[in-house]
Structure formats: structure tokens, C-alpha cells
Nanobody
Framework: QEQLVESGGGLVQPGGSLRLSCSAS????????MGWYRQTPGKQRELVAS???????NYADSVKGRFTISRDNAENTVYLQMNSLKPEDTAVYYC???????????WGQGTQVTVSS
């Protein structure tokens, strides 16, 4: 059982920045694809950004140019740098680890991000 622990959420003013971190247990982090998702009440969880084990990245159109996903395999950690935050970025952000070839999916517990003045 691999565990994911997110941190870095909080309250920030519009235009501000936050950096989310997700630390993973286990020894297979470097072989895993990682992603950040977000969810607001009454809506489906949506992909924000992903980074493959080969470090290919993908972003939702709504965050392109503002958010950056990165990973540190030595620290078993994936980051989401969020700049120029908008009120519509308010959500619970979840970290996801997956190895589709092995049918492995793990989720973190989520961290709240609130963008408000």
C-alpha cells in the first residue's frame, strides 16, 4: 500500500501563488505517473496537470501558463507551482499516483486551496 500526503494548500489572494507538494511512500515513485486533480462541491474531479515517469507534462487549458508541475524522484515528491491564482482555482486539490500497466492507482487525502480577497 503506497500512501500520498499533500501539503501546501491554504488561503491566498487573487494574483498570488502557492506551491503544493505531494510526498509518496514506497519504492516505485520514479516508475509512476503523477497527477494533480481538483474538485469543487457538486462537480466531478478534474485533471489539473500530470507528469509521466518520463517527465512529459500535460495541463488543463484553464491553468496553462500559470501552473507548473514537477517531480523530484530522489525525494519521492511531486509539486504543483500555482501562480496568478484566480477565485475559480478554489478547490480541493488531490494528488494521484498511477501505474496503468500494473492497474495501480492511489489518491491523496486532498488539500484545500482558497483564492479570495
Amino acid at each position: 500500500q503506497e500512501q500520498l500526503v499533500e501539503s501546501g494548500g491554504g488561503l491566498v489572494q487573487p494574483g498570488g501563488s502557492l506551491r503544493l507538494s505531494c510526498s509518496a511512500s514506497g519504492s516505485m515513485f520514479s516508475m509512476s505517473n503523477m497527477g494533480w486533480y481538483r474538485q469543487t462541491p457538486g462537480k466531478q474531479r478534474e485533471l489539473v496537470a500530470s507528469i509521466s515517469r518520463g517527465r512529459s507534462t500535460n495541463y488543463a487549458d484553464s491553468v496553462k501558463g500559470r501552473f507548473t508541475i514537477s517531480r523530484d524522484n530522489a525525494e519521492n515528491t511531486v509539486y504543483l507551482q500555482m501562480n496568478s491564482l484566480k477565485p475559480e482555482d478554489t478547490a480541493v486539490y488531490y494528488c494521484k499516483l498511477s501505474r496503468p500497466w500494473a492497474s495501480v492507482v492511489y489518491w491523496g487525502q486532498g488539500t484545500q486551496v482558497t483564492v479570495s480577497s
